[in-house]
C-alpha cells in the first residue's frame, strides 16, 4: 500500500520532494497503527472522508503533528471521480441555473451553484441548518456586495491604465521606428544623388582639365584650370557629405536627428 501511494503522489506531480519524504514517514505511522484505535468501516454505510479524518487526529496524536503531506494526497484522491455520472449532473445543474439567464455573469453563476450544492447535500431547504455565522453572513452580504464592486472597479481602473501605457509605448515605438525608417531613405536618396553630382563633376572636371591641355592661348588654359579648381573644391566637399551620410547610415541610427 505504501509503495502504490508514494507512486500515486509521484505521478500527480503536486508533491514536493521534502513532503514526499514527509509522506514515507507519516505512512509508516500509519502501517504500524492499532486497528482499535481506528473506526470500523462499512462501504455500504460509511463515509470515507469522515473515516481518514478520525485517521488524521490518530496518526496526529501518535506524532505529534498534523500529517499534512498524508492528508494533502488523500484529499487529492478523494476529489478524483469515479466515473461520468458526478461531471453529467454538474452540467446538468449549471444548464438548469443558467437556462433563460443570458446575462448571469460567471461570479454569480458560481454562488447560486454553490447555494445548489449546498441545499442538495442537507437533502432540501428545510434541513439547511441556520446558524449564527450564516446570519451573520447574510448581514453583511450587501456590505460585501459593495466592496466587491470597488474592488472590481480598482482591478477594472488598473487594467485600463495598463493597457493604455501599453498601447503609448507601442505607438512610441512605432513612432521611433517609422521616423528611422525615413530617415533612412532620406539619407540614402541623398547619398544617390550626391553619388550623380559627383560623377556630372568628376566629369565636368576631366573635360576642363582635358581643353586646357588642348588650349592654345593662355587665357583660356587658366580659364579651364580655373574651372576645374573649383569643381575639385566642389567634388571634395560633395565626397566628405557622401562619407558622412554612410557613417550614419551604416550606425542605423534611433531616432531622427534634430533639423
Not at 70 to 88: D, I, Q, T, W, Y
Not at 121 to 139: E, Y
Not at 176 to 198: A, G, H, N, P, Y
Amino acid at each position: 500500500m505504501k509503495k502504490s501511494l508514494l507512486q500515486t503522489s509521484a505521478s500527480l506531480g503536486r508533491i514536493s520532494e521534502s513532503e514526499s519524504e514527509s509522506l514515507s514517514s507519516q505512512l509508516n505511522v500509519y502501517q504500524v497503527l492499532d486497528s482499535k484505535l481506528l473506526l470500523p468501516f462499512n462501504d455500504g454505510e460509511d463515509r470515507v472522508d469522515d473515516w481518514w479524518c478520525h485517521t488524521f487526529g490518530v496518526i496526529e496524536k501518535q506524532i505529534g503533528e498534523e500529517p499534512l503531506a498524508l492528508r494533502k494526497l488523500v484529499k487529492m484522491c478523494l476529489s478524483l471521480p469515479h466515473g461520468n455520472a458526478f461531471l453529467e449532473r454538474g452540467f446538468s445543474t449549471s444548464k438548469s441555473v443558467a437556462s433563460g439567464r443570458e446575462r448571469l455573469n460567471l461570479k454569480n453563476f458560481k454562488s447560486q451553484k454553490i447555494v445548489y450544492d449546498t441545499i442538495k447535500k442537507h437533502g432540501g431547504t428545510q434541513n439547511v441548518p441556520i446558524n449564527f455565522k450564516l446570519i451573520n453572513a447574510v448581514k453583511r452580504s450587501h456590505v460585501e456586495m459593495i466592496k466587491a464592486k470597488d474592488q472590481e472597479a480598482k482591478e477594472k481602473e488598473m487594467n485600463e491604465r495598463r493597457e493604455k501605457d501599453e498601447e503609448e509605448s507601442r505607438k512610441k515605438k512605432q513612432k521611433i521606428d517609422d521616423e528611422r525608417k525615413s530617415w533612412d531613405l532620406k539619407v540614402k536618396e541623398e547619398i544617390k544623388q550626391l553619388k550623380i553630382t559627383i560623377r556630372t563633376q568628376e566629369d565636368i572636371q576631366k573635360e576642363n582639365i582635358t581643353k586646357a591641355s588642348r588650349g592654345n592661348a593662355k587665357t583660356d588654359i587658366r580659364a579651364h584650370l580655373a574651372a576645374a579648381e573649383m569643381v575639385m573644391k566642389s567634388l571634395s566637399e560633395n565626397t566628405r557629405k557622401l562619407w558622412t551620410l554612410q557613417d550614419q547610415l551604416n550606425k542605423l541610427m534611433l531616432k531622427k536627428p534634430s533639423q
